[in-house]
């Protein structure tokens, strides 16, 4: 392994130290369908830099976890086999699945145990993840190195012919923190765990050839609590096509995109003009890290172009509202005044029909609030920053909400009944109490 600026050995957050000579090799986790698997949650070796290793935790010993790739209308068949010294489950970020699939932690799978997950993909095509979700060590779980891409494939996203194979690349952004012997470190303090630099696809200061080609970046924000503000180094703009429910209508331009913990983002990156020779590095400004550099080595035919129309959105509509309802997210540990209790079911929400959620902080802020069991429509923002962003338009499961900041959400149960979460996915504040169990009914 190349051997660059080492996160070892007192590399803090000083951005001036985030600017290694010498970068390490992007990895992909193998990408594998979601038919008939096992996932085993294990203790792993993850090679950081400068050809050290750390101890981690993984699927199969990936971190991230294997990418898995299903089809609109197949069945996901996964049997998670626990190898860990605590109880975790998978839940699938984003995917609409009965409750019993959901991972929540009432449905904790113990040491040694094995849980099969099985739900038909009825939704649209977009890219979702799967991490654990037991009381209180999600956080560290995750941290740990536990969370993989779900990418949803349908026919009306395969006929724009976006960019794929070599230049689809998965990509989970966050950060992390070592100690002196180079072992991944969980410190998760009440306000959310923070890390020193960070990782894409687990990699330190990464980097990857690339052809004179349109590429097409599909983001998660895997961090624990960290909002990341993307850029690239030169300025240029980037084409946002898709976000946490699959595409947009139609693409936007972007040059600066704030991205928080369990959000994602579907970006085309245009080297088309660009000369063998030329780099494009992807980095967080509010960080100052550069977290990706893309180094043009080949020129390639490339046929992909930037569609102009992407798909067809139904609002819904606030004449529809039957009902509505306020949060408010307290601090680090409450929402209305109270903390999650796993046997307690705070309210009740019929099927199929349409409500608005009204997001409120107060205090502990940012909160990524998220809902599990729908895909919801961002409304509004109040307060804050007063206004909505290209990247929240279309169907989001996860929104932010900084200080000061009231969020309307309109949201539809559509397939099942059962118990469902709303949380803060700031991992610290979700562990800490964040959490609100409600039933579809
Ligand atoms: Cu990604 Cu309930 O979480
Ligand atoms: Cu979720
Ligand atoms: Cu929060």
Same mark, same amino acid.
């Given at each position: ?19 290694p ?6 990895? +992909? ?18 090679e +950081?830099?400068?050809?050290?290793t750390s101890?981690?935790? $993984? ?9 898995l ?10 049997r *998670?086999?626990?190898e860990l010294?605590d109880? %975790?489950?998978?839940? =699938?970020h984003g ?5 019993s699939?959901?991972?929540?932690? +009432? ?5 040694g ?15 979702? =993840?799967?991490?654990? /979700?037991?009381? /209180?060590?999600?956080g ?10 779900l990418?949803?494939?349908d ?6 012919g976006l960019?794929? $194979?070599?230049? #689809? +690349? ?5 950060d992390?923190?070592?100690?002196s012997?180079g ?9 959310g ?17 690339v052809?004179?080609?349109?590429y097409r970046?599909?983001?998660?924000n895997g961090a ?5 503000r993307?850029?690239?180094t030169?300025?240029?703009p ?6 946490d429910?699959g595409?947009?209508?139609?693409p936007?331009? !972007?040059?600066?995109?704030d991205f ?15 000369a063998?020779?030329?780099?494009v ?7 100052? =890290?550069?977290l990706l550099?893309?180094?043009v ?5 490339s046929?992909?172009?930037v569609?102009e129309?992407?798909s ?10 039957s ?6 997210f307290?601090?680090n540990?409450?929402i209305?005044?109270?903390e ?13 029909? %349409?409500?608005? =959620? ?5 205090g502990?802020?940012p /909160?990524p609030?998220?809902v599990? $069991?729908a895909s ?7 307060? $804050?920053?007063?206004?909505?962003f290209?990247?929240? *338009?279309?169907w989001?499961d %996860? ?5 000061r ?5 309109? !949201?539809?149960?559509?397939?099942y009944t059962?118990?469902y979460? *709303?949380?803060?996915?700031k991992? #610290? /504040? #979700?562990?800490?109490g964040?959490?609100m169990?409600?039933e579809?009914y």
């Amino acid at each position: 392994m190349a051997t660059g600026l080492s996160v070892f050995g007192g590399c803090d957050s000083d951005p001036s130290l985030t600017e290694p000579t010498v970068r390490n090799p992007l990895r +992909l986790p193998p990408t594998i369908t979601a038919r008939d698997q096992t996932l085993a949650a294990t203790e792993t070796v993850l090679e +950081l830099d400068d050809g050290k290793t750390s101890r981690a935790w $993984g699927y199969n010993g990936h971190l991230p976890g294997p990418t898995l790739r299903v089809r609109r209308g197949e069945n996901v068949n996964i049997r *998670l086999r626990n190898e860990l010294h605590d109880e %975790t489950t998978i839940h =699938w970020h984003g995917m609409i699945v009965p409750h019993s699939m959901d991972g929540h932690p +009432l449905d904790a799978v113990s040491p040694g145990n094995t849980y099969t997950y099985h739900y038909p993909i009825l939704q649209r095509a977009g890219m979702n =993840w799967y991490h654990p /979700h037991p009381h /209180h060590h999600t956080g560290e779980q995750i941290f740990g190195g536990l969370a993989g891409a779900l990418i949803v494939e349908d026919p009306e996203e395969a006929a724009l012919g976006l960019p794929s $194979g070599m230049c #689809e +690349l998965p990509l989970i952004v966050r950060d992390a923190r070592v100690d002196s012997a180079g072992n991944l470190r969980y410190r998760g303090t009440s306000s959310g765990f923070k890390g020193d630099f960070g990782l894409v696809n687990g990699v330190p200061y990464a980097t990857t050839e690339v052809g004179n080609a349109l590429y097409r970046l599909r983001l998660l924000n895997g961090a624990n609590a960290r909002v990341f503000r993307l850029a690239l180094t030169n300025g240029a703009p980037v084409t946002l096509i898709g976000n946490d429910g699959g595409l947009l209508e139609v693409p936007a331009t !972007v040059s600066r995109i704030d991205f928080a913990p369990a959000e994602r983002l579907d970006l085309l990156l245009d080297l088309r003009q660009r000369a063998v020779g030329e780099r494009v590095v992807l980095r967080c400004d509010r960080a100052g =890290w550069d977290l990706l550099e893309f180094v043009v080595t080949e020129e390639i035919d490339s046929h992909a172009r930037v569609p102009e129309f992407l798909s067809t959105i139904e609002a819904l509509s606030p004449a529809d509202v039957s009902e509505e309802r306020t949060f408010r997210f307290e601090g680090n540990h409450r929402i209305n005044g109270k903390e999650f209790e796993m046997d307690r079911v705070e309210f009740r929400v019929p099927l199929g029909r %349409t409500e608005r =959620w009204r997001f409120q902080s107060d205090g502990g802020a940012p /909160h990524p609030v998220h809902v599990h $069991g729908a895909s919801f429509q961002v409304e509004s923002r109040r307060g $804050g920053r007063g206004r909505l962003f290209p990247w929240e *338009l279309g169907w989001k499961d %996860t929104v932010l909400l900084q200080e000061r900041e009231t969020v309307d959400v309109l !949201v539809r149960f559509e397939h099942y009944t059962g118990l469902y979460l *709303l949380h803060c996915h700031k991992l #610290e /504040h #979700e562990d800490g109490g964040m959490m609100m169990n409600f039933e579809v009914y």
